[in-house]
Antibody, heavy 119, light 108 residues
Framework: QVQLQESGPGLVKPSETLSLTCTIS????????WSWIRQPPGKGLEWIGH???????EYSPSLRSRVTMALDLSKNQFTLNLDSVTAADTAIYYC?????????????WGLGTLVTVSS | SYVVTQPPSLSVAPGETARITCGEI??????VHWYQQRPGQAPAVVIH???DRPSGIPERISGSNSDNSATLTISGVEAGDEADYYC???????????FGGGTRLTVL
């Protein structure tokens, strides 16, 4: 059974870069799509972007200028970098797999990791 | 940008039927998925592709999609159904995903 685990610093200073890693166990990155999704405390879900195992990617228009995602097939990892963070980027960050088609649902999800932006 | 609307809250007595809507879905979205998020947990899919149930989801949870609106129906509501529910669509013109704002289901 595929399991996802997010990891990274729990505290990031304003204006710095948030870097997270999603480690995939029990399955392969191929041939799926992979997403990062976040949830500010007490608020709803926000899609950040996704990647396909071939390297294709799409980012949310509201975050596109600050987001970089990458897949490492050799390490079975999916990474997120978010530049120039502010307090508004404080959230639980989830990685999730979709199916074989970009329209497919997210399943499974990682447990999520809370990132707080504060000096 | 593409916005999908959900009622922020819904309260239902045990045993009654809860219907959560996901509105203003346009023709660019070919299908709707629904997620349940219990407090302190990650979301989990309960309905995908409008009306398909993953294994382990009871038959009393169902989904439908027509006339630019999708509905998640939970029949015979139980205390364990109390959670936040999110719809999610895929915008075929941009290849982006959009979540509804979420509906908090309270079991009275």
């Amino acid at each position: 059974q595929v399991q996802l685990q997010e990891s990274g610093p729990g505290l990031v200073k304003p204006s710095e870069t948030l870097s997270l890693t999603c480690t995939i166990s029990g399955g392969s990155i191929r041939p799926y799509y992979w997403s990062w999704i976040r949830q500010p405390p007490g608020k709803g879900l926000e899609w950040i972007g996704h990647m396909y195992f071939t390297g294709g990617r799409e980012y949310s228009p509201s975050l596109r200028s600050r987001v970089t995602m990458a897949l490492d097939l050799s390490k079975n990892q999916f990474t997120l970098n978010l530049d120039s963070v502010t307090a508004a980027d404080t959230a639980i960050y989830y990685c999730a797999r979709h199916g074989l088609h970009t329209s497919d649902h997210h399943d499974p999800w990682g447990l999520g990791t809370l990132v707080t932006v504060s000096s | 940008s593409y916005v999908v609307t959900q009622p922020p809250s819904l309260s239902v007595a045990p045993g009654e039927t809860a219907r959560i809507t996901c509105g203003e879905i346009n023709s660019r979205s070919q299908t709707v998925h629904w997620y349940q998020q219990r407090p302190g947990q990650a979301p989990a899919v309960v309905i995908h592709h409008d009306s398909d149930r993953p294994s382990g989801i009871p038959e009393r949870i169902s989904g439908s999609n027509s006339d630019n609106s999708a509905t998640l129906t939970i029949s015979g509501v139980e205390a364990g159904d109390e959670a936040d529910y999110y719809c999610q669509v895929w915008d075929s013109t941009s290849d982006h995903r959009v979540f509804g704002g979420g509906t908090r289901l309270t079991v009275l």
